[in-house]
């Protein structure tokens, strides 16, 4: 126990690690009063700190936020906001939007004429009606043709180079149907010309164009020719890439500001209406700012959210250290609380950053709900508010998110109670809806005086975060075993009488069963009278006595007739008793028992001594009563206990083993007993490093009489000299 302040005036509370001052010292800080706790060295916390601040750096926002919050058509509540200096007015997205649409409608296609096409097909003409001329005149055919075939070459030839020179189209599938003043863009060498849909021709239509030339010309055979139909092969294409680029640099030239705001000239004045111009004013104004924003500029803004970090994990720590010590006795506590801060850092920051998204879909509330599962209410308020303070430096929502989250989470540790149970655990969430919903609803009427359009949207983000909160279930027991912790799921999985240690324990040493069920009931009862975990030491108890099944005769409660202590000396008697505890544990490795079990196993008996063999070897041994004696060898190994839960085991183990030694005993003896072995573990020193008040000595010195008399059936006494009650009347 915790014997370094007077009783009356510095008490050890029911929260762990949580020192409680009274009226005479209520001023005495904290960090000052003495805590003998083994802490962890120096570097660990700052390596685990370390590293949450170099994770979290990565999720900093690299622009300034903009500090004036307004909406359109309300006023503006801030005072005249004037021009530091002078900045364009940008077009809005709604009126760059209709420019680029209507830019990109408007763009002509662009062609690309083929000038080496026309060589090719006119030497292809040139050798087809030579080829030609020669059968005419081996079959004696076409006279006028062999007559002056030069005037049909020419004519032929001629039409083709008109075709090409004007160019033979082929128009994409989307331009064929298009209007006649439908408009091209044709890129001839270096020059750029412009075509109505009417002005350019297909393949098809050069071909009939070419076979009515003909055939309407005053040659006589000039059908010879309409070979050169097949000859029209098109020279002008279209070019995906060229109107691209094109279009890209019509965008290009799109001007995205309208006009201009100079230094000094008002933006608005305090109360002003906030007008769609007035709007993009402001917006303008904000985009000017992170325009400006230099190397200098940036480094000032990290330094800004890194100080902001460093001062919520520092003052996290700082109580931590001051208010809840155990969280850094050991790293794998250290380094779960500070996973939070991480994992809600880069959900804030990837909500953040992802349209269509906002940090109001994150679910906040596991925080509070796990750490409460593991530890207190108390430590799980605290992270929770760290963490959405370090969150609220990470998003733009402002103080309505703040507000929010602190406000669920906590309802989120009013609420929950025991995870085992889903009905409650859903009742939970609804509640935490609620919470979000008719908050963020009076956060709008006050803003807006009116639901406001993106209320609903919100809303439904809210539901989201509601139900994402629901992965509080499947993470307690993955965290457990990832950290070491135990939660009540587990423990009443392993409180089930049908797990393999516990079967073994019942064929093998079935008094050490009864003995260990009747100490978890006991102990139950204790911790919910002083606020313990009673679940937890319920459990425990099942446990904490598995050592005895190596060798259950030498122990009183499996013994039937012969006691085989008998045969022993009265030291070896006192290692066979003592190695119960280190059996136990060796068993608890081998069936993997959690450490939290564990632990258990060689406190609830702490360093206390054998007694009875003790007093043995004593009378066998009358010169060691005339000087010190060591009694190493009839004392457990320890260590003694620690926590409340350890010290309320050993004290109910020992007043019901002893209590089963008694015959037929009284009230009066019953609580003899319990103020005896209460007073001999004091005495002993085994409360030393206990987290026990002497406030909760007495209360479960009580629970435990009261339980005794109870088990043991002990009647009411009533006083002598008063009229005898018949038997039928008895309680």
């Known amino acids: 126990m915790k014997s370094y302040w007077p009783q009356d005036v510095l008490h050890y509370t029911s929260d762990r690690a949580l020192w ?17 706790r083994k802490r962890l060295p120096w570097w660990p916390v700052a390596l685990a700190t370390g590293l949450t601040i170099a994770l979290l750096v990565l999720f900093f926002p690299n622009k300034a936020s903009f500090r004036y919050a307004y909406e359109v058509g309300k006023p503006w509540r801030y005072d005249d906001l004037y021009a530091p200096v002078t900045f364009p007015i940008l077009k809005s997205e709604e009126e760059l939007a209709a420019t680029r649409q209507s830019i990109e409608q408007h763009m002509p296609p662009v062609y690309v004429f ?52 004007r160019g033979i189209f082929e128009l994409e599938e989307a331009h064929r149907n298009a209007p006649p003043d439908f408009v091209l863009q044709v890129v001839r060498g270096n020059t750029v010309s412009r075509l109505t849909r009417q002005e ?3 393949v098809e239509e050069v071909r009939a164009l070419l076979s009515d030339s003909l055939l309407y010309s005053q040659l006589p055979e ?87 970090t460093l001062l919520v994990l520092g003052v996290y720590l700082m109580w931590l250290w001051s208010f809840v010590p155990f969280s850094l006795e050991r790293f794998s506590i250290l380094v779960f609380l500070l996973m939070w801060f991480v994992l809600f850092g880069f959900l804030t920051w990837q909500m953040e950053g992802t349209a269509g998204l906002s940090a109001w879909m994150v679910p906040f509330c596991i925080v509070p709900i796990v750490v409460k599962t593991f530890f207190s209410e108390r430590l799980a308020v605290l992270t ?16 309505e998110f703040t507000f929010l989250e602190l406000l669920a989470g906590m309802m989120a540790v009013l609420g929950t109670t025991d995870t085992r ?74 409180s089930d009488l049908n797990r393999p240690l516990l079967k073994e324990l019942s064929f093998k040493a079935p008094g050490t069963l009864q003995h260990s069920l009747q100490v978890g009931h006991l102990a139950e009862a204790v911790a919910n009278a002083i606020g313990a975990n009673a679940l937890l030491l319920k459990t425990a108890a099942l446990y904490h006595d598995i050592g005895k099944m190596v060798q259950p005769h030498y122990f009183v409660e499996n013994q039937s007739r012969e006691n085989p202590h008998d045969q022993l000396s009265p030291k070896e008697s006192a290692q066979i008793i003592i190695s119960h505890v280190t059996e136990g544990l060796k068993l608890a490795r081998k069936y993997k028992l959690p450490p939290a079990l564990s632990r258990f196993i060689p406190t609830h008996h702490g360093t206390s001594r054998v007694e009875y063999f003790y007093r043995n070897w004593l009378a066998t041994h009358p010169q060691a009563n005339k000087g010190p004696v060591d009694d190493s060898d009839f004392r457990y190994p320890g260590p003694k206990p620690f926590t409340r839960e350890e010290a309320i085991l050993m004290v109910v183990d020992s007043v019901e083993a ?54 043991h059936h002990v009647r009411v006494e009533y006083p002598k000299g008063k009229e005898k009650v018949q038997p039928d009347d008895k309680p």
Not at 450 to 471: I, K, R
Request: hydrophobic share 50%; proline share 3%; charged share 20%.
């Open 200 to 202: 350019v021709q297909t």
């Open 114 to 165: 083929d000038e080496g096409m026309e060589r090719v097909q006119l030497e292809r003409f040139s050798r087809a009606f030579a080829q030609r001329l020669e059968d005419a005149r081996v079959q004696q055919l076409y006279d006028d043709l062999l007559h002056q075939p030069d005037t049909y070459r020419k004519l032929a030839a001629g039409l083709l180079h008109r075709a090409y020179q």
């Open 421 to 494: 149970d889903w009905g409650r655990f859903f009742r939970l969430l609804t509640f935490i809806m609620m919470i979000y919903l008719l908050g963020y609803l009076g956060l709008v009427l006050i803003r807006e005086g009116h639901l406001a359009l993106d209320t609903w949207a919100v809303a439904a983000q809210l539901v989201v975060a509601s139900v994402l909160t629901m992965l509080a279930f499947p993470l307690i027991p993955l965290l457990e075993r990832v950290f070491g912790f135990i939660s009540p799921i587990t423990l009443v999985e392993l």
């Open 222 to 308: 000039a059908e010879f020719l309409l070979f050169v139909t097949d000859l029209v092969v098109p020279n002008v294409h279209y070019s995906d890439s060229l109107t691209r680029q094109w279009l890209a640099n019509e965008l290009a030239k799109v001007s995205l500001v309208q006009g201009v705001v100079n230094e000094g000239e008002l933006i608005v004045p305090r109360g002003g209406i906030v007008t769609p111009e007035v709007a993009q004013k402001l917006k303008s104004y904000q985009a000017e700012l992170a325009r400006q924003m230099n190397s200098v500029s940036r480094y000032s803004l990290f330094v800004g959210y890194l100080l902001l």
């Open 658 to 711: 002893a209590a089963r030694s008694l015959n037929k005993p009284t009230g009066k003896d019953l609580d003899e007993l319990v103020d005896k072995i209460v007073a001999q573990k004091m005495a002993d020193g085994q409360f030393d490093e206990s987290e026990l008040s002497f406030h909760d000595l007495v209360s479960i010195k009580d629970v435990l009489k009261k339980q005794l008399r109870s088990v």
């Open 20 to 36: 409680r001052n009274d009226a005479a010292t209520r001023y005495l800080c904290p960090m000052i009063v003495e805590n003998l």
């Open 384 to 399: 929770h508010l760290a963490v959405v303070l370090q969150a609220s430096i990470l998003t733009s929502l402002g103080y």
